[in-house]
């Protein structure tokens, strides 16, 4: 069946520009993440939802980074006024419950010039 | 908050040598799940470890699960040039998983 998706799967753009990245996950799974992946480096948590749940934005790096869900579908992360160091790889990831494997999208590689 | 870390951080190795990649946690673990990434793609899931002193194996691979549930580590036997790539850890205390920056192989044919 299919995997979890990702769109774009590049993005360049201009210090100070607003970025939207979406993510389509795998049906059926409740629990969805948000990581960035910084050149060389481990994934860091970034946002959970869970079904209707308040989601987890302990990881959101600063007010510019935010994050919606439509109930058990799509996300979309969003970046307000750019910066450079928030070029990275953004990989989302879905899973059918808690404590459960998570499915990884192919991300998507943002670079801010 | 919770910390886990990883050592090494790379690791280069003979094909037919064996690999051993350690996780370390701040905090006590409910589970760990270990994934693989290759060159230029996205972490795969390889296993998920919730007992103490839980060990399991697949095939070259063989995890354990410390008794404390702090530790954790993955070895590859007689490692192949199939084996390359980082390997990640994850360890939760809830939901949420904290990933160690992981261990990079390669491998020499």
């Known amino acids: 069946g299919a995997g979890v998706s990702q769109s774009p799967s590049n993005k360049v753009t201009e210090k100070g520009k607003d970025v939207e990245l979406r993510c389509d996950p795998i049906?059926?799974?409740?629990?969805l993440y948000w990581y960035r992946q910084r050149l060389g480096q481990g994934l860091e948590f970034l946002i959970y939802?869970?079904?209707?749940?308040?989601?987890?934005k302990s990881g959101l790096p600063s007010d510019r980074f935010s994050a919606e869900r439509t109930g058990e579908s799509v996300s979309t992360l969003t970046i307000q006024r750019t910066q450079q160091e928030d070029s990275a790889v953004y990989l989302c990831a879905s899973s059918k419950r808690d404590y459960n494997e998570q499915f990884f999208g192919p991300g998507t590689r943002l670079t801010v010039l | 908050g919770q910390q886990v870390m990883q050592i090494p951080q790379y690791q280069h190795v003979q094909e037919g040598e064996d690999f051993t990649t350690y996780c370390n946690s701040s905090t006590t673990l409910s589970n760990i799940q270990w994934y693989k990434q290759r060159p230029g793609g996205h972490p795969v899931f390889l296993i998920q470890?919730?007992?103490?002193?839980e060990v399991k194996k697949q095939k070259r691979l063989t995890f354990q699960f410390g008794e404390a549930k702090k530790n954790s580590s993955l070895h590859i036997t007689a490692t192949q040039t199939t084996d390359v790539g980082t390997y990640f850890c994850g360890g939760g205390s809830n939901y949420k998983l904290t990933f160690g920056k992981g261990t990079l192989l390669t491998v020499n044919p």
């Open positions: 939802f869970q079904g209707n749940s308040a989601p987890d």
């Open positions: 470890l919730v007992k103490s002193g």
């Open positions: 049906s059926g799974h409740t629990a």
